[in-house]
């Protein structure tokens, strides 16, 4: 993945190949592009996973362990996990135009920066977060279900081509 800073922002975008999965803006990290709220969460729940065996060395839970995530649907919408509390935020497709497979979710950092560090140290520590997601992310297959990546059969491809 390529971090790269936007012009005359302090927002970057987060790249992977040619397309284009998130941005991070301030200490708000977010990936973008999943076909349902249910693909976000899972992509919510693997970052998190992620970050969490790179900060204690082990993993919060490991597969078929109760873990109590849920989805809570709303007005705000969030994936949380229970004794720990909400991971992440959904974030539904932008407008009614909008695909619906542009479900994305966002994390915040700031509460795991520590107070009185530079700006400069902020942005590394949230670049880096952001890569050690991604590599959860990518890790789990979930990305497979991003829009970005996702790649037509052959069968849609010829019904493209009789159009």
Same mark, same amino acid.
């Given at each position: ?6 012009? #005359? ?23 973008? @592009?999943?076909?349902?709220? /249910? ?29 109590? +995530? ?10 949380t996990l229970a004794g720990? #509390?909400?991971?992440?935020? +959904? ?12 479900? @994305? ?10 107070? #009185? ?22 890790? /789990? @297959? ?12 052959? @069968? /849609? ?7």
């Open positions: 993945m390529v971090i790269q800073r936007e012009h #005359g922002s302090a927002r970057y975008q987060l790249i992977e190949g040619d397309r284009n999965i998130g941005f991070i803006d301030g200490t708000v990290i977010v990936f973008h @592009g999943f076909t349902s709220p /249910s693909d976000a969460s899972r992509a919510a729940w693997e970052a998190y996973r992620a970050l969490e065996l790179k900060r204690t060395g082990r993993k919060p839970f490991s597969y078929g362990q109760e873990i109590g +995530l849920s989805l809570e649907l709303g007005k705000e919408q969030y994936v720990t #509390g909400m991971i992440a935020r +959904l974030l539904p497709p932008p407008d009614p135009v909008t695909p619906f497979d542009e479900w @994305g979710f966002e994390m915040d950092m700031a509460v795991n920066a520590e107070a #009185g560090k530079s700006s400069a140290l902020n942005e590394i520590f949230v670049t880096a977060t952001a890569r050690v997601m991604w590599r959860g992310i990518r890790g /789990s @297959g979930i990305y497979r279900r991003m829009r970005q990546f996702d790649v037509p059969s052959a @069968g /849609s491809v010829l019904l493209r081509a009789g159009q």
